[in-house]
């Protein structure tokens, strides 16, 4: 594969790979609406509080989202012709995250 040339190509690139990454997210839609009936149940019988279901959802999507965001990044990274090394690659690597993060919420 020719990487793309000049900064639009390369903006291009990215535009459609983080909204790709946005798309694959919204399947997270389907399991929020199943656990929504017990959410309220147990939130209306103050079994526990909005905030920790919030943090324990955080905590248990971590480790896929890092995972796929890492795997997201190490295919498109080099393909799309982005520089910066190290540095630059977390930068990526951590929006890419971020994105993901958003999708998923």
Known sequence: MIPP?????????LAISISTSCFTCTTETVEFIKE???????????AYRRSSYV???????IPALT???????LITFWAIGLSGGFSGFLFY?????????AGVK
């Open 55 to 61: 943090l324990v959802r955080s905590f248990i999507s």
């Open 36 to 46: 929504r009936f017990i959410f309220v149940r147990e939130t209306a019988y103050n």
């Open 5 to 13: 040339r000049g900064a639009q190509g390369r903006l291009g690139c």
């Open 67 to 73: 995972v796929l965001s890492l795997s997201f990044c």
């Open 93 to 101: 690597f951590l929006a890419a995250c971020g994105t993901f993060w």
